[in-house]
């Protein structure tokens, strides 16, 4: 694909609510990860995959949060009995693996409402 | 533990005038890249330029320029001949080059045009 898709764009929820935040990195990128980022705020990290291995998930708020990525390519993320502190915009990005492969390519993002 | 700090909430300029966004860091590393990322209203996250910490050269990507202060942790952003389409909010970004990939964002300047 031509870059980072995320889906849905925009999500509303009822709090108690699961969700599930899907990404579709760039074909061949290694690495993917999970961002969220607060209103006016800077994203912040969740979680990061190697292909299909999740390396760091210390960026996981709590232990309703929960990333995967079976079969090293798309990438879910669900959060669990959703609370309204949970509203932010989830952020995907992929990239290559290695020290000179820098850049992160981000997806628009899903933008999640709870209510 | 990383920290990345912008202390300009909200820049404005001229059309066709430069501007600097500031950005200021904190970290034990001596390995390390820094980025400027735009995002427009659309969300999406885009690179603007990238520095590698034991480059001494500031890099440069046609309109855009970074002054790269390493000793002080400074790494400011200069827009030269602004255009109306520079309008975006500016996050200044640090990640290690060995080990963890994660991007550590600022909090972001919002830049404003004035035609």
């Known amino acids: 694909g031509a870059g980072v898709s995320q889906s849905p764009r925009y999500k509303v929820a009822k709090r108690g609510q699961d969700v599930a935040l899907r990404c579709d990195p760039i074909s061949g990128h290694v690495s993917l990860f999970w961002y969220q980022q607060a209103l006016g705020q800077g994203p912040e990290f969740l979680t990061y995959?190697?292909?299909?291995?999740?390396?760091?998930k210390s960026g996981l708020p709590s232990d309703r949060f929960f990333a995967e990525r079976p079969e090293g390519s798309v990438s879910t993320l669900k959060i669990q009995r959703t609370q309204q502190e949970d509203s932010a915009v989830y952020l995907c990005?992929?990239?290559?693996?290695?020290?000179?492969?820098?850049?992160?390519?981000f997806g628009p993002g899903t933008r999640l409402t709870v209510l | 533990a990383q920290t990345v700090t912008q202390s300009q909430p909200e820049m404005s300029v001229q059309e066709a005038e430069t501007v600097t966004l500031s950005c200021t860091y904190d970290?034990?590393?001596?390995?390390?890249?820094l980025f400027w990322y735009k995002q427009p209203p659309s969300r999406q996250m885009i690179l603007v330029i990238r520095q590698e910490a034991y480059k001494q050269q500031n890099a440069t990507e046609n309109r855009f320029s970074v002054n790269f202060q390493k000793a002080a942790k400074s790494f400011s952003l200069k827009i030269s001949d602004s255009q109306l389409g520079d309008a975006a909010m500016y996050f200044c970004a640090y990640r290690v080059i060995q080990g963890a990939q994660k991007l550590v964002f600022g909090q972001g300047t919002r830049l404003t045009i004035n035609p």
């Open positions: 995959f190697q292909n299909e291995a999740q390396l760091d």
């Open positions: 970290t034990s590393e001596s390995d390390y890249y």
């Open positions: 990005a992929s990239s290559r693996s290695g020290r000179f492969w820098y850049e992160q390519f």
